[in-house]
T-cell receptor, first 117, second 113 residues
Framework: DAGITQSPRHKVTETGTPVTLRCHQTENHRYMYWYRQDPGHGLRLIHY???????DKGEVSDGYSVSRSKTEDFLLTLESATSSQTSVYFC????????????????FGPGTRLTVL | GQNIDQPTEMTATEGAIVQINCTYQTSGFNGLFWYQQHAGEAPTFLSYNVLDGLEEKGRFSSFLSRSKGYSYLLLKELQMKDSASYLC??????????????FGTGTLLAVQP
């Protein structure tokens, strides 16, 4: 299994407060991703990183920001949490950009369950 | 637009075979993945197809037809521990980055004794 940890694993917070979730990897993989998973929607990409200080938006990036100052850490910040951001957040990593015959599989961390009251 | 369809739920009997279908319409195609996700856990990688045909891995096989935008995951000799959600994900070409995955909503498989 890929060495990926997420912290915290569970968090309850109140509307309007800032929240930061951390993803840490020990695989030295270049790509890191943040997803959220909600019933009826499947996994949706929030932001991703293709290297230190290189990040880009996914399909549901509004209300979220990310930072990657080291290869091993990718932080997801909710500047002012809202109830609609109650979800399970998964971090994933992959090694390289896919080539024609490269699987470049994404491996997932254990997830963080966030509740915004 | 991007769309991936899978059945929401399926039920099967221990020891039997079950086929979970996935159809997709995406902007470009650069591979299809199947993941297994037990309740409360992370998705784990099962299989990858990029060329047409069948890929076999033990009890699990995955098939792809790119011309039909269709894949299936075949689970043989079902065990109770196979009760889980099965996620279909397509890697396409979105906004210049080729490794983004689009996920279906998953198929919840219940294996009964």
């Amino acid at each position: 299994d890929a060495g990926i940890t997420q912290s915290p694993r569970h968090k309850v917070t109140e509307t309007g407060t800032p929240v930061t979730l951390r993803c840490h990897q020990t695989e030295n993989h270049r790509y890191m991703y943040w997803y959220r998973q909600d019933p009826g929607h499947g996994l949706r990409l929030i932001h991703y990183s293709y290297g230190v200080k290189d990040t880009d938006k996914g399909e549901v990036s509004d209300g979220y920001s990310v930072s990657r100052s080291k290869t091993e850490d990718f932080l997801l910040t909710l500047e002012s949490a809202t109830s609609s951001q109650t979800s399970v957040y998964f971090c994933a990593i992959s090694e390289t950009v896919a080539g024609v015959f490269s699987t470049d599989t994404q491996y997932f961390g254990p997830g963080t369950r966030l509740t915004v009251l | 637009g991007q769309n991936i369809d899978q059945p929401t739920e399926m039920t099967a009997t221990e020891g039997a075979i079950v086929q979970i279908n996935c159809t997709y319409q995406t902007s470009g195609f650069n591979g299809l993945f199947w993941y297994q996700q037990h309740a409360g856990e992370a998705p784990t990688f099962l299989s990858y197809n990029v060329l047409d045909g069948l890929e076999e891995k033990g009890r699990f096989s995955s098939f792809l037809s790119r011309s039909k935008g269709y894949s299936y995951l075949l689970l043989k000799e079902l065990q109770m521990k196979d009760s889980a959600s099965y996620l279909c994900a397509v890697r396409g070409l979105y906004g210049g980055a080729t490794n983004k995955l689009i996920f279906g909503t998953g198929t919840l498989l219940a294996v009964q004794p």
